[in-house]
């Protein structure tokens, strides 16, 4: 019930194109969704979180979008460049839990 | 650097030898958590601290592993005994607040323990 499910586990796009990476969650006490980005040899970094009173949030180029009755979240990179290219961590905390994150999803932006 | 510091970078050791991981959180941050990666896969969270209190150890093996978070000086993550299986990147995150508000988690750069 704390799992976060993440997929795809990798993905390749050309640069400009708009990766989208989903993640799925059980447990509806979780009321706030993060996103982690991490380059290689780094810690993770937020780059953008989101709550569950809105079903959408921009910051830049990244986007979540979010379905409260699916349970289901992700996150939208708009016109993707080489320097997007990390791993991506969901993640869920709320309720007194301690934040839950997804396994990630390698992003590769071809040049 | 008013980020999380982690030390050591890189820690090597033998198995059946002792390691030592630190982690002084951000300034004004009171909560630590420790959280473990292995190549190609999530984090998976290890151990909740505030100063002087471990919060929730329920993600900490219960042999050979052991967390602190004294009123002075940083969090230690303490692994006795390592095997090989310990091999892994573990990172120290931290918050102002604790779980009730959702603080978003700070990371510093890990330490990346092999044992040979």
């Known amino acids: 019930q704390q799992q976060v499910k993440q997929s795809p586990q990798s993905l390749i796009v050309q640069k400009g194109g708009i990766p989208i990476i989903n993640c799925a969650y059980e447990n509806t006490a979780f009321d706030y969704f993060p996103w982690y980005q991490q380059f290689p040899g780094k810690g993770p970094a937020l780059l953008i979180a989101i709550r569950p009173d809105v079903s959408e949030k921009k910051e830049g180029r990244f986007t979540i979008s979010f379905n409260k009755s699916a349970k289901q979240f992700s996150l939208h990179i708009m016109d993707s460049q080489p320097g997007d290219s990390a791993t991506y961590f969901c993640?869920?905390?709320?309720?007194?839990?301690?934040?839950?994150f997804g396994a990630g999803t390698r992003l590769f932006v071809k040049a | 650097n008013a980020g999380v510091m982690q030390n050591p970078r890189h820690l090597v050791r033998r198995r059946g030898q002792e390691a030592r991981l630190r982690c002084s959180p951000m300034k004004g941050h009171s909560h630590v958590y420790w959280y473990r990666q292995l190549p190609e896969e999530g984090l998976k969270f290890m151990v909740y601290?505030?100063?002087?209190?471990?919060?929730?150890e329920s993600g900490m093996p219960k042999e050979r592993f052991s967390a602190e978070f004294p009123k002075e000086g940083p969090s230690i993550l303490r692994i006795q005994q390592v095997v090989r299986g310990d091999s892994a990147a573990y990172f120290c995150a931290s918050s102002p607040q604790g779980l009730v508000y959702n603080s978003p988690l700070h990371f510093g750069n890990g330490t990346r323990l092999t044992v040979t």
């Open positions: 993640a869920a905390s709320g309720g007194g839990f301690k934040t839950i």
């Open positions: 601290l505030q100063k002087e209190n471990i919060i929730d």
